[in-house]
């Protein structure tokens, strides 16, 4: 290890989410570049009628999106034509990105006039609900919004390449809001680390600025925190709406954004985005290292 390096924790989970908004796959390994996990959102569902990429986001709209299932057909390899990936449907039936019908089984199923692209459009959007996280609103406040904001163009991400969550962060909120189902695949991170047994504290939000080293060779910059949005309390899967979750993040953690809007301090927050530095390969159980923090003047 270098001297300017300090232990930090261990992967312990690799996500992919195949089509944006979709529910993903917890993977074992993933190869690593500069657009992030191999895979990852390399689907997004388009609007026809506005144009804008599909965001669960904006619930009311899209919460159907949270309802399906995306998963590869087979592993994509890097430098490799893209995979078509099995969509599971909200009602059970499962379709193929590849059968002719698949648009408009989708939009059946989302009740809108959709298409499954695997390219963005020149200048991405999405509407996004940004009503205030107390829950004050009578209504709620929906927003276009730019993508890809600190992330490579032609991507469908909201704002970075990479997101990490530490398990320190989850038991933290299982602390502080103990009638929630608090687990990992609620906030859609791409990695999942494993900090000291014990500790229960949003640790991440010291990484901002800093770097962390993935063994054997993936380096990454830790460039702001995550804030978050409605997503985290919609039902997914086997996990029930819960609005309080939102609610407890606001109250005991709000952190200054660095890159994206300098200055601004986001309400709520849980893990941070990187973008990546030097590519590779990383697998569940790899060491986490984080760059030392600069001595204090």
Known sequence: MHPSEQPTGTVVSIWRYPVKSMQGEEI????ISDRGVLGDRAYAVLDRETGHVASAKHPGKWGALLACRAAFAEPPRPSAPLPPVWITLPDGAVISSAQPDADRALSRALGRDVA???RPPAAPKREADRSPVDGSAAQATIVEEPMALAAPAGTFFDVAALHALTTATLDRLRDLHP??????PRFRPNLVVATAPGERSFVENGWIGRALEIAPEVRLAVIDPCPRC???TLPQGDLPRDPGLLRALARHNAVASATVAPGVVFPAVAGVYA??????AIRRGAAVRLEAAPPSR
Do not use: N, T
């Not at 074992?28 to 190869?31: G, L, P, R």
């Open 275 to 280: 973008a990546v530095r030097r590519a590779g």
């Open 28 to 31: 074992d390994e993933a190869a």
């Open 116 to 118: 499954l692209v695997s």
């Open 230 to 232: 409605v997503v985290p």
């Open 179 to 184: 009638s929630g189902r608090i687990e990992a």
